[in-house]
């Protein structure tokens, strides 16, 4: 189900698994980072679930030209004629989750299919670009792969545990930024699971941007095999190592941070 603006204007920015729009509403009313216009903001609930709030936050966005969509799978997103529609240029997905346990590692299936689609959703582009938002919290240096059943909040880090450098290599996207993110930044995003509870706060987000590269078979080779070597300390690079430097590749990923 859609509620969108009677405006026929080509979208170049995607959101999904919104939940209650708290990341479009800042993105578009409160920072004004991007036009309404440009926007389609999506979740895979039906629209008759949201509360009183939410339907007042999607009415505001429409009211600026965003396009609202329900019912909208992110692994899924190939699928439906109301996205492919568009020239899209980024996907965004703020926290994504299937409401399972970290320990049954289903997540990095459902981020492969995430890519998978995006990938496609965003074949027009000069540039695609696919944005992850996840828990980065510090990375203990002496561990090679965290055991979420023994991890306090503190040291938790889903953008390592669930290993999304193996979904974006999949589809053959390289991480090209990491930045910080936080209700200080966007202002009014609250962060809330599945069920709709709020998250609690103390977590760090970080924002994971990927972009669309052209590999060889061997340097597609070279980078799988670095997947599965996961030791070794975090060090900092630059965007040129993270591109280039194949010992530090793996490790660059979760921690390099562009000010």
Request: aromatic share 10%.
């Amino acid at each position: 189900m859609a509620a969108e603006s009677e405006e026929a204007v080509s979208k170049t920015i995607l959101l999904v698994g919104e939940g209650n729009f708290s990341f479009a509403k800042s993105m578009i009313l409160t920072t004004n980072e991007v036009p309404g216009s440009s926007v389609v903001a999506t979740d895979s609930g039906a629209s008759g679930a949201i509360t009183d709030g939410v339907q007042e936050v999607v009415e505001q966005l429409v009211a600026q030209g965003c396009g609202v969509l329900f019912e909208i799978d992110p692994t899924k997103l190939h699928t439906y004629d109301s996205i492919c529609q568009h020239p899209f240029e980024r996907v965004h997905w703020v926290c994504p989750h299937d409401g399972s346990e970290a320990s049954t590692q289903t997540l990095p299936v459902l981020l492969k299919q995430f890519f998978s689609s995006a990938d496609y959703v965003l074949r027009t582009a000069d540039k695609r670009r696919i944005h992850i938002v996840l828990a980065q919290n510090e990375v203990p240096r002496h561990v090679s792969k965290p055991d979420p059943t023994k991890l306090t909040l503190p040291h938790w880090y889903q953008a390592f545990y669930y290993n999304i450098v193996e979904a974006a290599e999949g589809s053959r996207y390289s991480l090209v930024e990491v930045k910080a993110f936080s209700s200080e930044i966007y202002p009014g995003f609250v962060n809330q699971n599945v069920t709709g509870a709020p998250v609690d706060q103390r977590r760090i987000l970080k924002e994971f941007i990927f972009e669309k590269v052209k590999l060889t078979a061997e340097e597609i080779k070279d980078r799988a095999q670095l997947l599965q070597d996961k030791a070794g300390s975090p060090i900092e690079v630059d965007s040129s190592d993270v591109k280039n430097d194949k010992k530090t590749f793996l490790r660059a990923y979760y921690n390099y941070e562009k000010k």
